[in-house]
Structures are given as C-alpha cells and as structure tokens.
C-alpha cells in the first residue's frame, strides 16, 4: 500500500515515553488494517464474537490505545473519505489480491498448513462500513477524538500537523510526506517480535521516527522531486516506470530535475501525470472538524464489547480504568497551563 520509497528515508527509533503529550494523528484505515491482519489466531481466523462478527481490530484500538495514552500520547484517528478516481485501479488490484488470498487461505488451512494459512488470512482482512462504524463508537466511548476525511486520509493527518493541530502523522505508508506531513511515526500500533514471512526469523518491531526535513536535506532534492521520485517507483495512482526502483528514481530525478524530464529522457509516459502530483501538492482536505478529548464511558464500553460482542469483562474494566487514569493525568497537566 502506498508508495516504496522507504529506503530514502533517515529514520531513527523512538521511545513512546519520546512521544509524551505529543498528539498524534493516525491514519485510522492503516491501522484498522493492521489489526485485522495480525490480530489472528494460529489457523489465520480472525478474533470473533458469538454472531460471527469480527473483532480483531475493536480489541486492537482499546488495548493499544489504552497502552499509548497510558504513556502519555494523545491520539486522534482520522478516517478515509472518497478516494480520488485516479486511485481505481489500485483498489481493484487489492480486491483480487483479496480474494485470491482467501481461496489459498482456505486451501491452506484444508490440508493443515497453518503457516501459510495465516499468511494469506493476513492478506485477505478487508476494512469495511461495520468496521468502520464499529471503530467509530468505541473510539467515542473511549472518550478518543476521530476526524471524518473528505478524501484520503493520509492527506487529511498531513494538513492537521500542518497546521499544528497535530505533532505527527502515525502511519505505516510513506504517502504521508508526499502529502507534506513534516513528522511520521511508524509502528506505533503493532511493536514486539514479528515473525518474517515464510522463515522462521522474529524480528523486533520498534517505533521508528522520520521528519521530512531531515530526509530532504540528505538527499539534496526538494518535496516536489521526491513526489516525482514516488511516481517513478509507483504509487497509489500510478504504475512506476519499468524496472525503476526508489534508488535509480533518485538518480533520475536529480539528474533530470522533474518526472518531465525523465519521461522525455526515457521516451515513457505516465497517465494523468499532472493530475498525480497535484493530488499530493493539493490534496482534498478540510478544516471542518474539532479536536476533544473526553473520558471513557465505562457503562457504553461494558454494552459495547461485553453484552454485543463477547469480550471479557474484567479485561474492559482493567482497560476502561487505565484510560480513566489517562485522562485524568491529561488534565491535571492541562489545568497547570491555567
């Protein structure tokens, strides 16, 4: 998802307790999609309620929100909204990677291969309208602002730090700084050991930083240059040139100047090539929300999870007290302001 522009990037690891009254805004899909995809057990079935009803990511967002407020990070989750028409295409692919995951999927589970049958699950989650909602609801139970995006997310978590509504964007694309958004944080919803697909390595998953400024000086280009590196290697809009990796598009791009150049250079051409960058130059967003933490409804929490979709009760009453504490901590540090 997003563009593979990763290996340009300076990153460097964070602490949470280095994100401390940071409020950060989360790219809400790219999270849900997270929980959905890892939030599984041994066979690849998601968690579920007593209905059938998948619940993978309404535990992800109250545990892990839960720890990150704990720290004292303040999120907000911002929600995809139309995507442009230029980003179809992309969208059918990932249905069909969809669907052809879950056939293997299943097959894989048919015959006892666990580990295969939780690698193509993983790539089988779909983020829709009742997960969606359900997100919603508990993320305002939990007293946990969201804003509605009138495009695409990522674009709408950029403008909020922009203008220093936000201190960073949490997102695992690297969308985000083509969009402009100065600081990203990465693997703030899932850390620990994770397993390497197809071997049997774990790894340690930490929370990385990247700042746009930073990238942009060692690479010695502007932001414009690096969209137009992204539309070489490819993005959500387009394909990327042919055997064009993010290292020769850097090449490209600070030999030739801008995409124009290198297509006239490579006799390529790229559909709607204008009509891209100005989808991350200026991007679809709004200024019609409101940021407000509250306290958790303990009593919709309980209703919520517990009565409608089977959760244990002393787990969400543990979580909604840790949240409580949270909030009460945030406002103690907020009245000292006054």
């Not at 097959?107 to 909602?133: C, F, T």
């Not at 959500?236 to 042919?242: A, H, Q, R, S, V």
Request: glycine fraction near 6%; hydrophobic fraction near 40%; include cysteine.
């Amino acid at each position: 998802m997003g563009t593979d522009i990763g290996d340009l990037l300076q990153k460097r690891k964070v602490e949470f307790s280095d994100l401390a009254n940071q409020v950060v805004a989360i790219d809400a899909f790219n999270t849900l999609h997270q929980f959905l995809s890892i939030i599984r057990q041994r066979d690849g079935n998601p968690l579920v309620d007593s209905a059938g009803r998948v619940t993978s990511h309404l535990s992800g967002l109250l545990y892990r929100t839960a720890s990150l407020v704990e720290v004292g990070i303040k999120p907000l989750f911002v929600f995809d909204g139309k995507p442009p028409a230029l980003k179809s295409e992309t969208l059918n692919k990932r249905k069909e990677v969809r669907e052809s995951s879950r056939e293997k999927w299943e097959n894989a589970k048919a015959v006892g291969d666990l580990e295969s049958a939780y690698r193509y699950a993983q790539a089988s989650s779909k983020v829709n309208q009742e997960i969606i909602e359900d997100s919603k609801y508990l993320l305002s139970a939990m007293g946990i602002p969201f804003v509605q995006a009138p495009c695409e997310g990522e674009a709408q978590a950029a403008h909020m730090v922009l203008k220093k509504d936000a201190n960073c964007v949490a997102s695992q694309d690297y969308d985000s700084f083509l969009f402009g958004a100065p600081v990203v944080v990465r693997n703030l919803a899932v850390t620990g050991k994770r397993k390497l697909p197809g071997k049997n390595i774990y790894v340690d998953v930490e929370a990385e930083i990247i700042e746009l400024d930073e990238t942009l000086q060692a690479l010695e280009i502007t932001r414009e240059q690096l969209i137009d590196i992204a539309i070489c290697v490819g993005t959500d809009y387009n394909k990327g040139l042919e055997k064009v990796g993010p290292k020769t598009a850097l090449k490209l791009i600070k030999k030739h100047g801008d995409i124009y150049a290198v297509l006239r250079e490579k006799r390529a051409e790229i559909e709607a090539v204008d009509r891209i960058r100005e989808i991350f130059l200026n991007p679809d967003v709004t200024d019609n929300y409101e940021i407000k933490w509250g306290k958790p409804d303990s009593e919709k929490l309980l209703e919520f999870l517990c009565e409608k979709h089977d959760f244990s009760v002393d787990r969400v009453e543990k979580a909604a007290e840790r949240l409580k504490a949270a909030s009460g901590a945030r406002q103690k540090t907020l009245d000292q302001w006054f």
